[in-house]
């Protein structure tokens, strides 16, 4: 009863649109014993309260509370059926409610293909995942990679984006962070205080970039260390990475440029953050030049750049982690890492963009639209030639993405290998023994946990 009173208070206040419902069923059970034992005057008044509450329909709300607790005889058509409403009957005997048995659909062939598939996509999550399957399954047949039947095949592709997040959940428990945060994407916020424009901003074409650096310092910020310049197009979700030596004007420069001769469409628009590494005099006339749309983000607001941050999590990050890289041969390295990571992340991992964003009362409603990767973006721009889709094409056509992966795997192996030298030798001129090194460096969530370890000590 307490609970009901609290329920009806909660509401009267505006504390919560609707009933959950498992506070629907705690009314339903407290209102049953009252409805059974009173008049039929005073049910009605509780019968109007009821339905104003649970907004069931009158002659459902009654037959709800005459009911509750009872055994209830339906008739089917191959025979009559008893069913139990409520929780009271079994509870006062101590029975235990028997649960439904259904036969299982994606059995254990299933589960392992999805698995492999999940890893193989550097574990997306179930919407986008879902697109992902659809996608590469074809493109591993074309290379004779998918080590599974035909029966598996058109579960996969049928199966729906819930149920991969259910079967997924204990995988995914097994790498879950404890009191840890990591950055993540901000909310969208219009770019502003533009330093020099030649054409308006606009996110429905093709061209309008945001640029970053993420900084390798390992949370040691002395001394030099490496930076990947990260540029994102607003529209489609090319991102184009190169690691630079550090974030002197020169190389950010330098690798902008070569950024921008990788696009597969002209650059438009950049826009950054107030770093001097883009707020410099060179930056500036080289875009003056070219008439591309500069602009930068308002001072101490990351989310102004919310595309980019969030590239330098689901790119960068989670491929080298965040330990610290210094030296010259980590920086080879890591070029050669993006350079397949790009054909990879560009032609075969898809991403969702917000439509729409609704707020009811404490409630925001968020509405993506469908994933896709990329270069299928790029295909559905009216903005980009036909000459650029066609080579776009032919690309898609000789990449296995299989292939990408191993080769992504054993470039990451290379890396560890040459911060796990480096650091030996750093440890023998310091004297110092006890250096902790990870077992296992390949793009896995077991090496995104360590690197984050590592750099929070």
């Given at each position: 009863m307490k609970k009901l009173e609290e329920i009806l208070k909660k509401l009267k206040e505006g504390g919560f649109m609707s009933l959950s419902l498992k506070e629907k069923k705690a009314v339903i059970r407290e209102e049953s014993r009252l409805y059974k034992k009173t008049t039929k005057k005073e049910k009605e008044k509780i019968l109007?309260?009821?339905?104003?509450?649970?907004?069931?329909?009158?002659?459902?709300?009654?037959?709800?509370?005459?009911?509750?607790?009872?055994?209830?005889?339906?008739?089917?058509?191959?025979?009559?059926?008893?069913?139990?409403?409520?929780?009271?009957?079994?509870?006062?005997?101590?029975?235990?409610?028997?649960?439904?048995?259904?036969?299982?659909?994606?059995?254990?062939?299933?589960?392992?293909?999805?698995?492999?598939?999940?890893?193989?996509?550097?574990?997306?999550?179930?919407?986008?995942?879902?697109?992902?399957?659809?996608?590469?399954?074809?493109?591993?047949?074309?290379?004779?990679?998918?080590?599974?039947?035909?029966?598996?095949?058109?579960?996969?592709?049928?199966?729906?984006?819930?149920?991969?997040?259910?079967?997924?959940?204990?995988?995914?428990?097994?790498?879950?962070?404890?009191?840890?945060?990591?950055?993540?994407?901000?909310?969208?916020?219009?770019?502003?205080?533009?330093?020099?424009?030649?054409?308006?901003?606009?996110?429905?074409?093709?061209?309008?970039?945001?640029?970053?650096?993420?900084?390798?310092?390992?949370?040691?910020?002395?001394?030099?260390?490496?930076?990947?310049?990260?540029?994102?197009?607003?529209?489609?979700?090319?991102?184009?990475?190169?690691?630079?030596?550090n974030k002197a004007q020169v190389w950010t420069f330098n690798a902008l440029k070569e950024i921008r001769r990788e696009f597969p469409f002209p650059i438009k628009g950049i826009d950054s953050d107030n770093g001097s590494e883009f707020i410099n005099a060179h930056l500036l006339n080289y875009c003056e030049k070219e008439h591309i749309t500069f602009t930068r983000a308002r001072p101490y607001r990351k989310n102004d750049n919310c595309f980019v941050e969030q590239k330098n999590y689901s790119v960068v990050r989670r491929a080298v982690g965040y330990v610290r890289y210094d030296t010259d041969g980590e920086l080879k390295i890591m070029d050669k890492l993006y350079s397949v990571l790009r054909l990879y992340t560009n032609f075969f991992l898809p991403s969702m963009k917000l439509r729409e964003k609704t707020r009811i009362g404490s409630k925001v409603m968020k509405k993506y639209d469908k994933p896709k990767t990329p270069y299928e973006r790029i295909l559905e721009s009216e903005k980009v030639s036909e000459e650029v889709k066609e080579k776009l094409r032919r690309t898609y056509e000789t990449l296995n993405p299989l292939l990408l992966k191993r080769q992504i795997d054993k470039i990451t192996q290379e890396l560890s290998r040459a911060y796990d030298k480096k650091m030996k030798e750093r440890a023998k001129k310091t004297q110092k023994t006890d250096v902790k090194l990870p077992n296992d460096f390949p793009l896995s969530q077991n090496n995104f946990v360590y690197n984050l370890n590592e750099a929070t000590k």
């Amino acid at each position: 009863m307490k609970k009901l009173e609290e329920i009806l208070k909660k509401l009267k206040e505006g504390g919560f649109m609707s009933l959950s419902l498992k506070e629907k069923k705690a009314v339903i059970r407290e209102e049953s014993r009252l409805y059974k034992k009173t008049t039929k005057k005073e049910k009605e008044k509780i019968l109007d309260e009821f339905v104003k509450l649970t907004g069931y329909s009158r002659c459902y709300a009654s037959y709800v509370l005459r009911t509750y607790g009872k055994k209830v005889i339906v008739e089917l058509e191959n025979g009559k059926r008893n069913v139990f409403v409520g929780d009271d009957l079994y509870s006062e005997r101590g029975l235990k409610i028997r649960k439904r048995k259904r036969e299982r659909i994606y059995g254990e062939e299933v589960f392992n293909a999805l698995v492999y598939l999940w890893k193989m996509s550097d574990y997306l999550c179930g919407k986008r995942l879902s697109v992902y399957v659809k996608e590469i399954i074809p493109v591993l047949e074309r290379f004779n990679e998918f080590p599974f039947n035909e029966e598996v095949k058109e579960k996969l592709i049928s199966i729906s984006p819930a149920t991969i997040d259910r079967l997924l959940k204990n995988e995914k428990n097994k790498f879950k962070l404890k009191g840890k945060t990591l950055t993540k994407p901000g909310t969208l916020l219009k770019h502003s205080i533009p330093i020099r424009t030649f054409s308006e901003w606009n996110e429905e074409e093709p061209g309008f970039v945001e640029a970053d650096l993420v900084g390798h310092d390992g949370g040691n910020l002395r001394g030099e260390f490496l930076y990947s310049l990260d540029v994102t197009d607003v529209h489609t979700g090319w991102t184009e990475t190169r690691a630079i030596k550090n974030k002197a004007q020169v190389w950010t420069f330098n690798a902008l440029k070569e950024i921008r001769r990788e696009f597969p469409f002209p650059i438009k628009g950049i826009d950054s953050d107030n770093g001097s590494e883009f707020i410099n005099a060179h930056l500036l006339n080289y875009c003056e030049k070219e008439h591309i749309t500069f602009t930068r983000a308002r001072p101490y607001r990351k989310n102004d750049n919310c595309f980019v941050e969030q590239k330098n999590y689901s790119v960068v990050r989670r491929a080298v982690g965040y330990v610290r890289y210094d030296t010259d041969g980590e920086l080879k390295i890591m070029d050669k890492l993006y350079s397949v990571l790009r054909l990879y992340t560009n032609f075969f991992l898809p991403s969702m963009k917000l439509r729409e964003k609704t707020r009811i009362g404490s409630k925001v409603m968020k509405k993506y639209d469908k994933p896709k990767t990329p270069y299928e973006r790029i295909l559905e721009s009216e903005k980009v030639s036909e000459e650029v889709k066609e080579k776009l094409r032919r690309t898609y056509e000789t990449l296995n993405p299989l292939l990408l992966k191993r080769q992504i795997d054993k470039i990451t192996q290379e890396l560890s290998r040459a911060y796990d030298k480096k650091m030996k030798e750093r440890a023998k001129k310091t004297q110092k023994t006890d250096v902790k090194l990870p077992n296992d460096f390949p793009l896995s969530q077991n090496n995104f946990v360590y690197n984050l370890n590592e750099a929070t000590k």
